[in-house]
């Protein structure tokens, strides 16, 4: 039996293109700075984002805390929603890396508004911690890949500059952001003194992220990912990867984002499954189950016909479409499910 695998858009596979760039790769030693491909990879990202410059990691998780704790100050307080990566599948790195206080902020779709950092500022008073730092994701993944409005992100970067506040983007998935809106990269990161991407999602790449800014936070950076353990080697053949993807696949996560809509809109169909159609613009698909069923009782008879998921809760599970899942996948993953719960 065939499996489609929707866990992720993390699960994919190196292409032969991408596969054939890594092999041909020139390569030096990165920790000495002089691997060829990575230069070119970092040149190209911020040339990419219109950024001063960008620095090449092993992952998104990685590139966060590093991006947060430079930009923070230690045993002040970070705002952040409730749903967000950062809090959620980074263990507590704010609290260990970057000393911090999380304030977690509960939204709709993800966004934290201008407003709600205005109310959440601490007065300065002895017993609090200063509010200094604001987080935010786009796209969201836990709000089902929605894209955060940019118009409000823009009245958040006034309001934290108004208060001397640093603000960060988790970009993770900023391409998908960027396909859906047609908003260029640069303009979904110009609002931000800090930002994190990543290559491994969307893109196809096997590892890697990039922080950006500006060359001295950039420095700043660079000494953190050596204190964090992040410094590689010949990492110009993991680079390789991250040009091969940015070069080739971004425009194709149109189809990822088409055949996200077509499982939302079909699954929908079915009266144990609950989905909000308009969270559905990206390549997210999160699936709310009635009639007393778990999560859990779902997964275990996707699986029994060769469909991987993964749970979002007890009784929610979450699809990712992605690279290695075409729309004859996607197809086919809703004539087995309508066969089990049709």
């Known amino acids: 039996m065939h499996i489609i695998d929707l866990r992720s858009d993390t699960v994919t596979r190196p292409s032969k293109g991408m596969l054939d760039a890594m092999i041909k790769a020139e390569v030096g030693d990165d ?7 990575v230069l070119e990879l970092e040149s190209y990202v911020a040339d990419l984002f219109g950024v001063e410059a960008a620095l090449f990691l092993p992952s998104g998780t990685m590139a966060n805390q590093i991006a947060i704790k430079v930009l923070s100050v230690p045993e002040t307080e970070l705002l952040c929603e409730r749903e967000c990566h950062v809090v959620n599948y980074e263990v507590a790195g704010p609290a260990v890396h970057a000393r911090l206080l999380i304030n977690l902020l509960t939204t709709e779709r993800g966004m934290i508004t201008a407003k709600m950092v205005e109310e959440n500022i601490r007065p300065i008073n002895v017993h609090c911690p200063l509010t200094k730092t604001v987080s935010l994701e786009n796209t969201h ?15 958040v970067q006034k309001v934290c500059k108004k208060h001397n506040l640093g603000l960060h983007l988790d970009g993770a998935r900023i391409w998908n952001a960027h396909i859906a809106t047609g908003t ?11 930002v994190s991407v990543c290559l491994s999602k969307g893109l196809g790449a096997p590892v890697g992220s990039l ?57 929908s169909q079915i009266e144990l499954f609950k989905i909000d159609l308009s969270r559905v613009e990206t390549n997210i698909v999160i699936i709310d189950i009635g009639q007393g069923k778990t999560a859990e009782e779902i997964i275990d008879s996707l699986n029994s016909v060769g469909i991987k998921v ?5 009784t929610r599970f979450r699809m990712v479409t992605h690279l290695d899942v ?13 066969k089990l719960y049709a």
Do not use: W
């Open 310 to 314: 993964v749970p979002f809760g007890p």
């Open 211 to 267: 922080i950006l800014g500006d060359q001295e936070f950039r420095k700043k950076c660079h000494r953190q990912r050596k204190l964090f353990g992040g410094a590689m080697r010949q990492s110009g053949y993991l680079a390789a990867a991250g040009l091969f993807a940015l070069k080739n696949n971004i425009d194709g996560l149109k189809n990822d984002h088409q055949n996200a809509r077509f499982l939302a809109e079909e699954l």
């Open 31 to 37: 920790v000495l700075g002089d691997d060829p491909t």
């Open 141 to 155: 993944n836990r709000h089902g890949g929605t894209v955060l409005p940019q118009d409000e992100i823009i009245k």
């Open 184 to 194: 260029s990269l640069t303009d979904l990161v110009k609002p931000f003194d800090s």
């Open 326 to 338: 075409s729309s004859e996948d996607c197809k086919e993953a809703v004539g087995r499910i309508k």
